[in-house]
Each structure stands twice: as structure tokens, then as C-alpha cells.
């Protein structure tokens, strides 16, 4: 997907066990169906019935103590909703301002911006890396390929 024709981006951001969700109104009654969508139906690659499948009860089938969830949609955040715990022996629930750790997740969204930078022309996949930075400069001459190392050979985790 190209990062112009993004219209929204699901990120779903999760720590671990339990279904109590909470509840941050403030938003439109169109926002709120679209989330009640989302916790009412989450997506499934393979579906074998019509039965929908609900947040609360995966979050349960699996879990999950809490979670975090962030629309964007035209760049911009359209809504955030917590549920479940934080830390679940103090039932201190998760809310929109709880962070969670990233992970793996941030790499697709720093991909997306790399992406985006490309389109603009702002950035070429295929140049070497030290011409980006200015702090720190790879050291070509500590490594066993001395081919220069492009974006596209780190987004594709080929650069050796």
C-alpha cells in the first residue's frame, strides 16, 4: 500500500490478560460506531462461521490483561480507546495515556515514513546510508562486505 492511498491504520499495540474494558468517551457518535466496530468484529484471515469476533473474548482467549488501540486516518489520530488493565493486582486500567513498549510494531511505521520520504523524492532507496547521516558514518572498512549499504538493503534486511 502506498503511503499517499493510506485512509487508515489500524495499531494495535498489546501487553497481556483479562476483559475489563474502560471507557474514554468524548468522541462523535459516528467515531463511537466505528469503534464499536472494531471491538465487535476483528478481522480474521481464515473464517470458518459468521459469528463475529469480539475484542473482550479474544483479549480473554488469549490473555491478554490489556491494550491499547490507535486509529489514524488522513495522518491524523481519529481515535484511541485503552482496555483492560495496565497492572492488573492494583486494577489500574489501561487508558489512552498508557504506554506500552513497541516492539517490532515500530518498524513498519518507520518503514511507511521512509517510504513517504522516497515519494517525495526527499530520499533514494537505492544510496549509500552515510550519505543520510551526519552524526555516525557506517564503517565500511570493519565490514566483511564492503559494498555500500542502501535503505532498501535495511528495509529488506539484506544489508550485511
Not at 518507520?110 to 522516497?118: E, M, R, S, T
Request: with cysteine.
Amino acid at each position: 500500500m502506498q503511503p499517499t492511498k493510506l485512509v487508515s491504520f489500524l495499531l494495535l499495540i498489546i501487553a497481556a490478560n483479562t476483559a475489563c474494558f474502560s471507557q474514554q468517551p468524548g468522541y462523535s457518535a459516528a467515531i463511537e460506531e466505528r469503534i464499536k466496530q472494531v471491538e465487535r468484529s476483528l478481522g480474521e484471515a481464515v473464517k470458518t462461521d459468521d459469528k463475529p469476533i469480539i475484542l473482550q473474548e479474544r483479549m480473554k482467549q488469549y490473555g491478554v490483561p490489556g491494550l491499547s488501540i490507535a486509529v489514524i486516518k488522513d495522518y491524523k489520530i481519529e481515535w484511541v480507546r485503552g482496555y483492560g488493565y495496565a497492572d492488573k493486582e492494583n486494577a489500574r486500567p489501561v487508558t489512552p495515556q498508557t504506554l506500552f513498549q513497541a516492539a517490532s510494531l515500530s518498524k513498519s511505521i518507520n518503514a511507511v515514513g521512509i517510504l513517504k520520504l522516497v515519494q517525495q523524492k526527499k530520499l533514494d532507496l537505492d544510496k549509500d546510508i552515510n550519505t543520510y547521516l551526519t552524526s555516525w558514518k557506517f564503517p565500511y572498512d570493519t565490514s566483511k562486505n564492503k559494498s555500500p549499504i542502501t535503505l532498501r538493503h535495511i528495509l529488506t534486511h539484506t544489508a550485511t
